[in-house]
């Protein structure tokens, strides 16, 4: 029978990885993970940029909504004259620099205000319903979004459209960045930072927005938490210095829902001057020196596995296979060491005995089981000393080489302070003051819908006030539930989910945290409807909205950004990008404390150093006067571990401790292998055939494996059957007492 298992495939599998382990530690460790502009610095700013490209898309799909849902509630009623539409959005939405309504049967203007919109760039006749944003640039050549929205006065359709400067919302950039936002042409519509406006620059962001226009959506990083595409180029060198781009365009991925800026073709592109890092991180020496140890190791510790378990091993099954046999002329050679020690002198003990030149030991025998039957493998007997003592110290010398690897890694752990570049906390700082300004931005422009709402809903019409409701529901999944109240707060129309928001609450007019306990934060904001020709308070009517918390969660949810927090002005956890429990305490300790340490509405950045987890940290707090949600007192607070930031520093520690780990693996896979499938189940034949020698005829030894220890113990069950003929009584009739060939054996025979 062909062998298949055994010991011959773990004792070969162990040196060969081990030496595949040996060339990556070569290539791992000794190559250099620097490429003249740190990953991190990199990854940084095309993260920023894309932060942009979100707040930019979101800015401008706001806007489309916006004036589509206000076209929604003015159509069909001709009671609002068309300057009447523009001073209520006026009132309301304050970030269209100019608004005008047009007939589309004539084409004539019907009424406009702001500044003057740029209709003679556009043919109005060719737009289809609702039309996408549109990018134009009037007579003194500056870029305007122009964003649309049809509706039907009576048999009338006119259009009303918006014109609102091109810039990038609540970005924040510091004192050495480059913000630029480019077209599908590469020409850039506006820029800030320093450098901006140069040859240099306007090179650099246009051959981004190339980049990011040949890419397509199947080459999008939606993995990575960002729907289009982006990543980063380095500028060629100037002296010490080198110039870092990231670009992310405006757009969306095939998965995603298609969004009204998506067709704008604009990309966002940041750029930042670093220093320019030569020194390599790789130690060829060092990894030349730890893979020769490993192939030493590897080879010393096969070649005695050889010699202790294989050779012993090959031999007893050759000489138990001659034995069951019947060859019993040779003496049996007898390993010198452990298990094979002990099988090998049984054997020998059963030829003589099955010569008639000896009888079975007097060593105490356990008495067999009930059914007279052991499965070997499965058995436990007394522990001695063997092969499972040179296997521990086989494996004790293959750990000492990750554990040198592991203590090689402590002794260069870099500083943070040290390599932890001050670009890298200013960028944490930046990326969460955006997140806090559209968290802000977020929850204002909801109250700016519940406003528009106040003006145009008639709770005396329960049904129309429900559609409109409804309709503002699905536009903007902010919402949990939207309600219209009464002085008293008496809900009189609802939509959405169950209102959790106090009755006393429902009628102060703001953003308010309704709550500071409980399984879920409460966030509503109220808008006052005043009722024309009542003068009580009980006229009044107020239109509530809550909060969704998944719509801030999904704010804080930025890909290279860390664990985000968002906290309220008792610093309790409202959401977090990363599981949270309502109003409890931020995880970190030094983080916490840099919360209670911010006081003004500025921001700050600190490297949090420690001994096990060094990070970089930014708290944001809502720094706009301008806006309701300013009231709340929020922050949003970020913490990223350095370690895994993308430092070449780090990298090179990343990589010393995966080649550290795979030699353990290997070690311990390899020698687990061989002790569970050869040396476990031979302790155990070692047993059985010590209690066969001593005289236990009726326990049946019985093979698991169809293995070199398999053929060991099918060989003993052979010689038991052999013995128990022997030591069978005299039968009936027999002169000498001898057993007749007829006489059977007192066990089942051996099963394979």
């Known amino acids: 029978m062909a062998v298949l298992g055994g010991v011959r495939p773990p004792l070969a599998a162990l040196p060969v990885l081990l030496a595949l382990v040996a060339g990556l530690t070569v290539f791992a460790v000794g190559s250099d993970a620097e490429r003249g502009v740190p990953e991190a610095v ?25 004036l589509r849902a206000a076209a929604a509630d003015f159509g069909g009623s001709t009671s609002v004259p068309a300057d009447g539409m523009l001073t209520r959005l006026d009132r309301t939405y304050r970030k269209w620099r100019g608004t005008a309504v047009v007939d589309l049967s004539t084409g004539r203007l019907l009424a406009s205000q702001g500044e003057a919109v740029p209709l003679g760039k556009v043919d109005l006749r060719e737009l289809p319903a609702n039309p996408p944003p549109r990018l134009v640039r009037d007579d003194s050549g500056v870029t305007r979004l122009l964003v649309f929205a049809t509706l039907s006065q009576g048999s009338r359709q006119e259009l009303l459209v918006a014109s609102q400067s091109l810039k990038l919302p609540g970005i924040s950039v510091g004192r050495n960045h480059t913000l630029n936002l480019v077209d599908r042409d590469g020409a850039t519509l506006t820029s800030t930072g320093p450098g901006s406006g140069t040859d240099r620059a306007k090179a650099l962001a246009g051959a981004a927005a190339r980049e990011a226009q040949r890419k397509g959506p199947s080459d999008t990083a939606a993995a990575g938490g960002f729907d289009g595409p982006s990543g980063s180029l380095v500028g060629a060198a100037d002296g010490n210095t080198r110039t870092a781009v990231g670009y992310a365009g405006v757009a969306r991925g095939l998965a995603a829902k298609e969004s009204p800026s998506s067709g704008l073709g604009l990309t966002v592109v940041t750029t930042v001057r670093t220093e320019r890092h030569g020194a390599g991180t790789g130690d060829l020496r060092l990894a030349l020196l730890a893979a020769a140890v490993l192939l030493a190791l590897a080879a010393g510790v096969t070649a005695v596995l050889h010699v202790v378990v294989q050779r012993p091993v090959l031999r007893l099954r050759r000489e138990a296979q001659r034995l069951g046999s019947g060859d019993l002329a040779a003496p049996v050679h007898v390993p010198r060491f452990g298990e094979p020690a002990r099988v090998g002198a049984a054997l020998e003990a059963l030829r003589l005995q099955l010569r008639g030149k000896g009888g079975p030991s007097q060593e105490t025998v356990a008495q067999p089981p009930a059914k007279g039957r052991v499965l070997l493998g499965s058995g436990k007997g007394r522990h001695r000393l063997g092969l499972r003592t040179v296997l521990v110290v086989c494996a004790f010398a293959l750990l000492a080489w990750p554990a040198s690897m592991l203590l090689t890694l402590g002794s260069t752990w870099p500083h943070p302070a040290a390599v932890v570049p001050r670009l890298i906390t200013e960028d944490q700082r930046q990326r969460t003051e955006t997140t806090a300004d559209r968290v802000r931005r977020g929850i204002n422009d909801g109250y700016a819908d519940l406003a528009h709402l106040a003006n145009v809903i008639d709770a005396s019409r329960p ?28 809900i009189l129309v609802r939509a959405g989910g169950e209102p959790r928001t106090p009755k006393k609450v429902r009628i102060r007019p703001g953003v308010m945290q309704t709550n500071t306990s409980g399984k879920e934060p409460v966030l509503a904001a109220v808008a006052s409807q005043p009722v024309e020709g009542a003068s009580a308070r009980s006229g ?20 290279g950004l860390g664990s985000v927090w968002l906290v309220d002005s008792a610093h309790r956890v409202i959401a977090s990008n990363k599981g949270f429990v309502a109003f409890g305490r931020v995880s970190d300790g030094r983080l916490r404390a840099q919360l209670e340490a911010v006081r003004t509405t500025k921001g700050s950045a600190e490297l949090l150093l420690g001994w096990r987890n060094p990070a970089v940290a930014a708290v944001a707090p809502f720094n706009d006067k301008l806006g309701v949600a300013s009231a709340l007192g929020w922050k949003v607070a970020s913490i990223r571990p350095v370690f895994w930031i993308g430092l070449p520093e780090y990298e090179a ?16 896979l390899c020698l687990g292998w061989l002790y569970l499938v050869v040396i476990r189940p031979l302790r155990e034949i070692a047993q059985g055939a010590k209690a066969l020698a001593a005289g236990d005829r009726r326990t049946v030894l019985y093979p698991r494996y169809h293995d070199e220890v398999g053929s060991v113990a099918r060989s003993l069950e052979l010689i038991r059957q052999r013995l128990s003929r022997t030591d069978a009584p005299p039968a009936p009739g027999s002169p000498d007492g001898a057993p007749t060939p007829s006489t059977s054996p007192s066990g089942p025979g051996p099963r394979s």
């Open 463 to 490: 049904e129309e006030a429900r559609k409109i409701l409804d309709r503002s529901l699905e536009q903007h999944g902010r919402y949990q539930s939207l309600y219209v109240v009464d002085g008293a707060g008496e």
């Open 540 to 559: 009044r009517r107020y239109v509530v909205g809550e909060f969704k918390v998944q719509y801030l969660v999904g704010i804080l949810s930025r890909p």
């Open 42 to 66: 990199l990854s940084s700013q095309q993260h920023m940029a894309e932060d942009g490209a979100v707040a930019l898309q979101g800015a401008v799909d706001q806007s489309v909504t916006d």
């Open 653 to 668: 520690q990343r990589r010393i401790m995966l080649v550290g780990l795979l030699g353990t693996t290997t070690g311990a």
